[in-house]
């Protein structure tokens, strides 16, 4: 049998080594995925950038171009209307593509076309940043092929300018006196091949930027798409490897729960033939202490009774022929024989608690009055004031839970104050699981050193002037509690009183005992 259960051990703990490492490459292969995704994120970061880039690239170029054509499309229209109005946007588009005032909202949209007043009333529309675009163009962090060719065109945006300016001057001029001719004049100018090169000299450098970029962001767009691409297949495999260890780590803990559960049933089945052996020995041996204590018991009360009504009829027959030590001698006999046989007989009640194992339901109100009955003439005697209000109808065993309340109040009188009435006071607490009743008295209470020793059979605490018990009273009671399946203990100050407090179960099993 040791053979056997040694290999089954050492076959347990190889599949528990094993399912170890298992768990561990599980664990390192998903901090290597948790980094994998993480790569993987970084990736489609740069990736998103780089098409943001591009996009942001083609808005300030966009802006570029379109700043030009609308000082073509202000300066034609001042041309031909000599409108001031558009003379002055054709400066704020001029003043805000050089970072001279706050460039609009929304500015990269069409903008010019949907205002009608003059600029001046629309400056608190604007952003609060002064930037020119070249300078933009600068922090956008284009290539230097880029930022050339974006260079090449505002300078050639700057000689169309001057073109502009120079029709402006051409109808502006106060010393022609043929106005007409000289509109026409400045219209021939906007109009004309070098104008039209000029813009040509504008809008090929864009084109050139445009192809430019597109390369380099779709350059480095796939570039990034690729490693995300290769980042995800590695992700995908670490995922089907640890799916697979996964699998194999549930199938070594089912070997694992197979082999415990096979060893369990085993012990169990060995467990529970010497637990059925032991329990008949117990049934054997139960039943010869209880025919031992009804026999011993019986056997000692039959000499004992033989003593006590010899040494009582001595006495009555005898009693002037004898002298004093004889009549001395003969009380000592008869009250070690009464002693003796109240001990016989605690001892046989002691054994029977617990022998009716049937629960009731109980008005321990009711019950306390019962007590008070058969203890009457104890109660006047001593005038004893017993104080309770409700104490709940509960499930018990009637004759068990009497005990315990008729001990409880009788030690309370027997440990009393000699000149102070006894009050006991006694009261319930109930949660979910238990009642928990406790007895307050106000004697000469106890030493707690002692809390434990007085629950002990035949335990009996040395108290001057105090009539001696046969120390089984306490000891009765927590057999009773714990038959309830609860606790019994105690709480003291000398001369200040004892509170006994006991639990018992709120739904305890009727065959626990069984």
């Given at each position: ?25 599980i ?20 990736a998103?950038?780089?098409?943001k ?14 700043s ?11 041309i031909v ?30 903008y ?7 600029f ?13 675009l070249?300078?933009k ?13 974006l ?8 000689k169309?300018?001057?073109?502009e300016e ?13 106005n ?6 400045a219209?021939?100018?906007l109009?004309s091949?070098e ?7 504008i ?38 490897i ?5 699998l ?8 694992i ?13 060995k467990?529970?033939?010497?637990l ?48 004093g030590?004889?009549?001395k ?55 004893v ?9 509960i499930?018990?065993?009637r ?16 440990y ?30 106890i030493?707690?050193?002692h ?7 035949f335990k009996?605490?040395?108290v ?10 306490l ?22 009183g004892?509170?006994?407090?006991f639990?018992i ?10």
């Open positions: 049998m040791k053979t056997e259960d040694s290999t089954i051990e050492i076959n347990i703990k190889r599949l528990r080594t094993r399912f170890n490492i298992t768990i561990i490459v664990i390192s292969l998903i901090f290597v995925l948790t980094a994998l995704i993480n790569h993987n994120l970084i990736h489609i970061d740069l998103n950038r780089y098409s880039n591009k996009y942001d690239s083609y808005l300030l170029a966009d802006e570029l171009r379109q030009s054509d609308d000082l073509t499309r202000m300066i034609r229209t001042y209307t000599k409108d001031t109005f558009y003379k002055n946007q054709y400066y704020a588009v001029l003043d805000i593509r050089n970072g001279n005032i706050p460039r609009p909202r929304d500015y990269n949209k069409p010019w076309d949907l205002k009608s007043n003059s001046d009333e629309q400056q608190k529309d604007t952003l609060s940043s002064r930037i020119a070249k300078q163009m600068i922090n956008a962090q284009f290539s230097k092929k880029e930022l050339k060719l260079e090449k065109s505002e300078q050639a945006s700057n169309l300018v001057r073109l120079k029709a402006m001057k051409i109808i502006e001029n106060k010393k022609s006196s043929d007409v001719s000289s509109q026409i004049k219209i021939s100018l109009h091949d104008y039209h090169e000029a813009k040509r000299a809008m090929t450098p864009i084109k050139e930027f445009y192809t430019a970029l597109a390369e380099r962001t779709e350059t480095q767009v796939v570039k990034e798409q690729e490693k995300t691409f290769k980042t995800q297949q590695l992700i995908v495999l670490q995922i089907v640890i799916s697979i260890l996964t194999f780590l549930f199938y070594l803990g089912r070997k729960s197979l082999v415990v559960i096979r060893d369990l049933k085993k012990h169990v089945k467990k529970t033939k010497e059925k052996t032991r329990n008949k020995e117990l049934i054997i041996i139960n039943k010869n202490l209880e025919s031992f204590t009804h026999i011993t018991s019986h056997d000692l009360q039959e000499p004992l009774n033989t003593i006590i009504s010899f040494s009582t009829l001595l006495k009555d027959e005898f009693h002037t022929k004898l002298d030590i004889s009549l001698y003969l009380a000592i006999i008869q009250s070690s024989s009464y002693s003796l046989k109240r001990q016989i007989t605690s001892l046989l009640n002691h054994s029977k608690i617990g022998k009716r194992k049937i629960i009731e339901s109980i008005n321990v109100n009711n019950l306390i009055e019962e007590i008070k009955v058969d203890l009457t003439s104890l109660l006047q005697s001593n005038n004031a017993i104080k309770f209000e409700s104490l709940l109808q499930s018990a065993y004759a068990e839970l009497k005990i315990i309340f008729t001990n409880l109040i009788v030690n309370a009188i027997k009393r104050k000699e000149n102070e009435a006894p009050i006991i006071k006694i009261s319930v607490t109930e949660n979910k699981k238990e009642y928990t009743y406790s007895i307050k008295d106000n004697g000469i209470g030493d707690m050193k809390k434990d020793q007085i629950f002990d059979i009996r605490l040395r001057e002037q105090r009539p001696q018990g046969i120390g089984i009273g000891a009765n009671c927590k057999k009773a509690v714990e038959f309830h399946e609860g606790t019994i203990r105690v709480t003291s100050e000398i001369d200040k004892s509170t006994f407090i639990t179960k709120n739904h305890f099993s009727e065959h626990s005992q069984n």
